[in-house]
């Protein structure tokens, strides 16, 4: 499946073919309309789970918190992504707004889908366990459930674009100049023939090849610590000297036709290969994605607290807002303490 040809449910599409939608987002390809079809997903999606939550009290609980419900996670957007785009670019991410916002309602959507998936599961109980503390339990811990991991699909979505350079440019940079750049390399002494005696290394800018001396001048021999000499044959011979090559450490010489011992061709300006066990460098980016996280996170269940009630509890009258006192944490710890 590709992302010019999507599929009619978008949740479909990102649990099928995410690839396509990070790399929608990279190339900023109608992000307009993915964000939007999205959008609608979600609302419907949370509307729809925040119902069942609001039947537990009355209808008109249930109507009022299948308007809350997505209300909930679209203010704590709208409160959150403006921080998440400013960490970015202080620390040279390349993110524009769009793919800031297509990212999260990416978590947002998987969120809220996975939750409206529990939805019967959480109706199921609501019938046969009419227990108030225990039902508000369950669905506290199916919507974290459902967020962690819409924002496990987020911090993935934040990878595709870090090996894409958006989040680190010059990391990108580093690894587009081609690797195996055309750089000259050292000459090898090819092996010595026979009859031929290797003369000393040539100067800087000389041919590095040696230079046979023909067998009727000089006759080469090997003696026991492989120096080189030669017996004349006709007429006197130059001294002897011992074969050197490119590298060869002074006063060590070796056979004809053999090379030292580890000798290799090395291209000057080659950077030594990375070593084995050492850990990629995190960019800035990914690491402030999880302290965003963190944030959204926290503005998100205070929030919800100034938002009840979702739920509503049968020993008090139908209220769209309650008082705002105490915390969101302080309540989920009594509610526990109370079962």
Same mark, same amino acid.
């Given at each position: 499946?590709?992302?010019?040809? $999507? ?18 987002? &990279? ?31 009355? $209808? ?43 990212? &999260?309602?990416?978590?947002? +959507? ?22 108030? *503390? ?22 993935? *979505? ?13 990391? =990108? ?14 000459? &090898?002494?090819?092996?010595?023939? &026979? ?18 001396? !023909? ?16 017996? !004349? ?5 130059? =001294? !002897?000297? !011992? =074969? ?10 070796? $056979? ?12 000057? *300006? ?16 990914? +690491? ?11 503005? *998100? ?28 944490? =302080? ?9």
């Amino acid at each position: 499946m590709s992302g010019d040809r $999507p599929s009619p449910l978008v949740i479909e599409r990102i649990l099928r073919d995410r690839d396509s939608i990070w790399q929608q987002i &990279v190339a900023e390809r109608d992000l307009n309309a993915l964000t939007g079809r999205m959008l609608a997903s979600s609302a419907i999606a949370l509307a729809c789970y925040g119902a069942v939550l609001g039947f537990f009290h009355s $209808p008109l609980m249930a109507l009022t918190s299948a308007v809350k419900l997505p209300l909930l996670f679209l203010v704590t957007l709208a409160i959150c992504l403006p921080t998440l785009y400013l960490f970015n670019l202080v620390f040279g991410a390349r993110l524009s707004v769009r793919q800031s916002l297509a990212l &999260v309602m990416v978590a947002i +959507t998987v969120t809220s889908m996975l939750a409206v998936a529990f939805a019967p599961i959480s109706l199921f109980f609501l019938i046969t366990a009419n227990d108030y *503390g225990f039902f508000k339990l369950l669905n506290v811990a199916i919507l974290t459930l459902s967020a962690l991991v819409g924002l496990r699909f987020l911090t993935s *979505g934040m990878q595709v674009l870090n090996d894409h350079g958006l989040l680190a440019p010059e990391a =990108a940079n580093a690894k587009a100049e081609p690797a195996n750049a055309q750089t000259p390399v050292q000459a &090898v002494p090819a092996a010595v023939p &026979v009859g031929a005696t290797p003369v000393a290394a040539p100067a800087a800018g000389q041919s590095a090849e040696p230079v046979a001396v !023909p067998a009727g001048v000089a006759a080469a021999e090997s003696t026991a610590n492989g120096a080189v000499t030669t017996a !004349p044959a006709s007429a006197p011979a130059p =001294a !002897p000297v !011992p =074969a050197q090559w490119p590298g060869q450490p002074a006063g060590a010489s070796f $056979p004809p036709g053999m090379l030292p011992p580890g000798h290799v061709a090395q291209r000057p *300006g080659n950077s030594p290969p990375a070593r084995r066990g050492e850990p990629a460098q995190r960019p800035a980016s990914m +690491t402030l994605l999880y302290i965003w996280i963190l944030l959204f996170g926290f503005v *998100g269940t205070q929030l919800a607290w100034t938002l009840r009630p979702f739920f509503g509890d049968p020993g008090q009258d139908f209220a769209f807002f309650r008082s705002i006192d105490g915390n969101f944490y =302080a309540e989920i710890l009594r509610t526990i303490a109370n079962l």
